[in-house]
C-alpha cells in the first residue's frame, strides 16, 4: 500500500479482555518496529522484527504482552488481560532498510481499557 | 536508557515568526532524528541527522554530537507547521528513544 496502515483506529476494551492490534508496513519494508505512546508523552519503543524475526522485545512492559511478524509482512501486537495502564496509541513503524533511518509511521491504534 | 529533554516545551508563534527547538540528550548517539507529529497523531520523519546541518525548505536542523544537542530550525512558520516536534535517538541498539517534545502552535 502506500503508507502503513494500522487497524482498529481505535479499540475500547473492558478491563481484563484481550485485544489484537494488527499494522500492515509499506510492502517490501524490512524493518517493523511498534511504539506505545501515552497521552503526552513521545513514543516509547516496544520491540523490533526484522523480516519474520524478533530481534528486539526489550520494551514490551509485561509477558502480557506479545507480538509476532510471521510471513515477514503484516504485523499483529497483541495484549492478554488488559489492563487500565495499557491505555495508549500504539505506534508502528516500518523502514525498507535494516535500520531506524527513514521511519514511516501508521496512524496508530488509540486503546481505551475501562 | 539515554536521557531526551527538549525545551521549550510549548511554543505559540505568530505566523511568518522563526524559532528555534532544542534536543540535549545523556550519551553519545549513533543516530538522531526529528519528527513532527501533526493534530491527527501522524508522526512524520523529518531530518535523520546524526552529525552537521541539513536543510529541507523552511526547515534546517544541525546536531552538534560532541556536545550532545541538536536544534531544529522553523523559518516563517506556518498554521501547518502546529503539533508536536520529537526529537530521538539511538545508541547502537537499533530502538529510537524519543524525547518529551515541544509543542507548536502558530495562529494566523
Known amino acids: 500500500g502506500a503508507g502503513v496502515s494500522q487497524s482498529p483506529r481505535y479499540k475500547v476494551a473492558k478491563r481484563g479482555q484481550d485485544v489484537a492490534l494488527r499494522c500492515d508496513p509499506i510492502s517490501g519494508h524490512v524493518s517493523l518496529f511498534w511504539y506505545q505512546q501515552a497521552l503526552g508523552q513521545g513514543p516509547e519503543f516496544l520491540t523490533y522484527f526484522q523480516n519474520e524475526a524478533q530481534l528486539d522485545k526489550s520494551g514490551l512492559p509485561s509477558d502480557r504482552f506479545f507480538a509476532e511478524r510471521p510471513e515477514g509482512s503484516v504485523s499483529t501486537l497483541k495484549i492478554q488481560r488488559t489492563q487500565q495502564e495499557d491505555s495508549a496509541v500504539y505506534l508502528c513503524a516500518s523502514s525498507l532498510f535494516a535500520t531506524n533511518e527513514k521511519l514511516f509511521f501508521g496512524s496508530g491504534t488509540q486503546l481505551s481499557v475501562l | 536508557g539515554i536521557q531526551v529533554e527538549q525545551s521549550p516545551p510549548d511554543l505559540i508563534l505568530q505566523e511568518g515568526a522563526n524559532s528555534t527547538l532544542r534536543c540535549n540528550f545523556s550519551d553519545s548517539v549513533n543516530n538522531l532524528q526529528w519528527f513532527h507529529q501533526n493534530p491527527w497523531g501522524q508522526l512524520i520523519n523529518l531530518f535523520y541527522?546524526?552529525?552537521g546541518t541539513k536543510q529541507n525548505g523552511r526547515l534546517s536542523a544541525t546536531t552538534v554530537a560532541t556536545e550532545r544537542y541538536s536544534l531544529l530550525y522553523i523559518s516563517s512558520s506556518q498554521t501547518t507547521d502546529s503539533g508536536v516536534y520529537f526529537c530521538a535517538v539511538e545508541n547502537g541498539a537499533n530502538n529510537l528513544f524519543f524525547g518529551t517534545g515541544t509543542r507548536l502552535t502558530v495562529i494566523p
Open positions: 541527522i546524526p552529525s
